[in-house]
């Protein structure tokens, strides 16, 4: 029990006044070094913390103070640690998720907003935040005909600020691009880090699937697309390099396999990859740790374990420490660094979320497309 609770159940009176009071004198979790305290304050027959950190359970059930409606769970977190959390609260038989009131950070997904609590030494990174000083790039939206798909594909194209037609940029293909755009600030954090000279000026090209748990799972027709259709459209239309030491491709889950699936599929034409928690399952992971869409998936990688010739001169990999699938990229990394790649690996106390995958863009890009002022970012 942290010693805040102490407090307020040792208080007299426990009730409403001493609640507010309480409450008005603490952030809220309430961290304590590595100990937090997550509170919920309503009428409720249960609550619990829902959390997304594979291996530990999935909820918690929180402990109701007698006499008041505040409900109470405390749980150790590891330093520097991220953690997106809902609360569950049960009431006349009836289940609703909620998000922390009293916390006000949170996290968008395609699936809604998140609370997340920030453990002690985490920070948002000051460079993906909107910084004035920066010339934006700007957004053009394209049309790319597709044989492979037999349709019309959209893609929005990311120009840097002062693009110049007389000289080229390097090519970074992003996998879920307009995901990346809304949920992890890839505009901004191109704005930033070009702007500053962490990264080189480069176009990227942002896909966004219709179907993307087929399409990213190895599917031929995509990595068709990637290689064919849309990187000789873009040429036509921008002035990128040729040399495929200047050419890449990201993703981020699926986006990852199907990323690495296009690389593999034509070796020589991208340089250049940027890995995040890939869903990299292959045969020695058990049936009951993924669904039926993973089989197209298995086989690429069981495949690609096999033989994996050299897809990349250059791979960046990042994974979060609380998800399912860091054994998968761990053990990808010595196979890609056997077979003569050349290959930096990350881990950061996450999940399998956007925000991690943002926070891992500075390393990665300035690493993959370095600029004048390039440095080593932890």
């Known amino acids: 029990m942290s010693r805040a609770i102490r407090t307020v159940m040792g208080a007299e009176p426990p009730g409403g006044e001493r609640i507010d009071a309480f409450l008005a004198e603490h952030d809220v979790p309430i961290r304590e070094g590595t100990t937090t305290t997550f509170l919920w304050r309503g009428e409720a027959d249960r609550v619990l913390l829902r959390h997304w950190i594979y291996g530990l359970p999935s909820s918690h059930r929180l402990k109701r103070i007698a006499g008041t409606d505040l409900w109470w769970v405390t749980l150790e977190v590891p330093e520097r640690s991220r953690i997106e959390y809902k609360f569950e609260v049960v009431q006349d038989g009836r289940r609703r998720l909620r998000r922390d009131r009293f916390n006000p950070h949170t996290a968008r997904d395609p699936f809604g907003v998140n609370s997340v609590l920030h453990g002690v030494g985490y920070q948002t990174p000051q460079w993906t935040r909107h910084d004035p000083r920066a010339r934006p790039g700007v957004i053009e939206e394209m049309h790319v005909p597709s044989e492979a798909f037999g349709e019309d594909r959209r893609v929005l194209v990311y120009l840097p600020a002062r693009l110049r037609r007389s000289r080229r940029y390097p090519l970074l293909l992003v996998h879920d691009g307009e995901d990346y755009l809304r949920y992890a600030e890839l505009g901004t954090v191109l704005d930033n ?97 993924r669904t039926r869409v993973f089989d197209p998936v298995a086989k690429f990688v069981n495949a690609f374990r096999d033989a994996p010739g050299r897809p990349a001169e250059r791979l960046y990999v990042t994974c979060g420490r609380y998800e399912s699938l860091i054994y998968e990229n761990r053990s990808l990394v010595p196979l890609l660094t056997e077979a003569g790649m050349e290959v930096r690996y990350r881990e950061a106390r996450d999940g399998h979320n956007w925000q991690n ?16 002022l390039w440095m080593v970012y932890e």
């Open 193 to 289: 880090l070009i702007d500053r000279w962490e990264i080189a000026p480069l176009i990227a090209v942002m896909t966004q699937s219709p179907d993307r748990l087929r399409e990213y799972a190895a599917d031929r027709r995509h990595a068709r697309f990637v290689a064919e259709e849309l990187v000789p459209r873009v040429a036509d239309a921008f002035p990128i390099e040729e040399d495929p030491a200047h050419r890449g491709i990201m993703g981020a889950s699926f986006g990852a396999v199907a990323a690495l699936h296009a690389a593999w599929s034509y070796p020589g034409r991208f340089d250049r990859l940027l890995l995040q928690s890939g869903s990299f399952a292959f045969s020695d992971i058990g049936r009951h740790r």
């Open 357 to 372: 995958w943002r926070d891992r863009l500075r390393s990665g890009l300035s690493w993959l497309f370095p600029g004048p």
